[in-house]
C-alpha cells in the first residue's frame, strides 16, 4: 500500500502523536523473552520491547537471579531518569512459583520500585498457538468468567495496573548540567 492510498484514520493510528505515546503506559523487559508483550498486551500499554535505557512504567523481568539483577539496575536507571520509581513485573519461571533466594532478592528490589508484582507462571499458554489472543481483555473479563488457571493471572494483572495508577505522579527534575529556574533575575553589582 502506498502513502497515498493510505486512509487517514490507517495513518493517524500508525503515527500516534509524541503527546499520545507519552501518556500511554509502556513496558519493556529486561531482556528478551520475559513476557514483556504478555504484560503490556494484559494491560493495555504500549510494548516497549528490550529496555534500552528509555522511560518506561512497567519492566519486566524473569524470577531468575541475573533477570532481577539487571531489573534493578534498570529500576534505578528508569527512577533517576524520570524521578518516578517503575513498578516491576516478575513473571515466574514455572508453576512452583519463586525459590526462596529469588524472594530475598525481590525483597532487595522493593526500595527501588514502585511495587513489585508476581506474575504465576501459566501452563495453557505454553499449548495454544496465540496466547496473546486470550491475554487481551483479561481485564475486561470478570474474574468468574474466567477460566481457572487464568484467575491468579488475571489478579497479578489487576494488581499491576493498580500499582500504576497509584503512583504519584512525576516530580519536576532539573536538567542535569543547568541551573535551576529561578523566578526572579538577581544581577550582581
Known sequence: MTAAAETPRAWATRHESRSERRTRLSVAGVAGGVGATTVATAIGAADRGVYVGRAVDVLVCRATGDSLIRAGRAAQLVAAATGRKPVLAITAADASGPSRPVTARLRLLEPHAAAVIVLPFVRRWRELAVPLDEVRGLLAVPRTELPRSLRRYADAAHDLRAALD?????????IPGRAAHTSTLRRTP
Open 166 to 174: 497509584t503512583r504519584s505522579p512525576a516530580a519536576a527534575r532539573p
